[in-house]
């Protein structure tokens, strides 16, 4: 079985999780929007709970980088994350407003929070080891307040109902990273 029943049959999932609750949509729902049989979805998938988990896997947690860069500079780690971020919200973008992605994330937050969990933890660690180099003065906590803010300056500008300025996020990480910025 090739990849695009996997993407397709993703795809339809998402949509209907957002639309109609993780609940709401059953197998057979997920089946009635795309061209693939039920043995399809079960070549792919276990369950419903296991394309749960592969929605929370490339809709949430695949766009975020945590692989290590002894040469990267905090500031090309923490410019990634906002990257990744604005590159996460226009990945949903086919499928979902960002308030409804938002909705979906918490209605799903106690099956996604390990998930969630790690993607957080392994950004804020890259981030801290990168400052650490650098010798910033507080790496862990200037690290988790770079991934905050990131988060953050997402879901206000999501309940204002306007796309994350990137320009003004790097303006505002730039200014976590400085160490005079500091308390």
Not at 18 to 37: F, H, K, M, Q, W
Not at 48 to 60: S, Y
Not at 97 to 120: D, G, I, N, Q, W
């Amino acid at each position: 079985m090739s990849t695009d029943a996997r993407d397709a049959i993703l795809d339809a999932a998402f949509r209907l999780f957002v639309e109609r609750g993780y609940d709401g949509t059953g197998v057979a729902r997920i089946l009635a929007e795309v061209p693939y049989s039920k043995g399809a979805f079960y070549h792919h998938f276990a369950s419903k709970e296991a394309v749960l988990d592969a929605v929370i896997q490339r809709f949430f947690t695949a766009t975020i980088s945590t692989e290590p860069d002894p040469t990267a500079s905090a500031r090309d780690i923490a410019y990634s994350l906002v990257g990744d971020y604005l590159a996460g919200l226009d990945a949903i973008a086919p499928f979902a407003s960002p308030s409804a992605y938002y909705a979906f994330l918490t209605a799903v937050a106690p099956r996604a929070r390990e998930a969630l969990r790690s993607a957080h933890t392994g950004a804020t660690e890259l981030l801290a080891d990168a400052l650490r180099r650098e010798r910033h003065p507080d790496p862990v906590n200037t690290a988790a307040d770079v991934v905050a803010l990131v988060e953050g300056h997402g879901m206000l500008a999501v309940l204002r109902g306007e796309h994350p300025d990137g320009e003004a996020l790097r303006g505002a990480v730039d200014r976590v990273l400085a160490p005079s910025s500091r308390r």
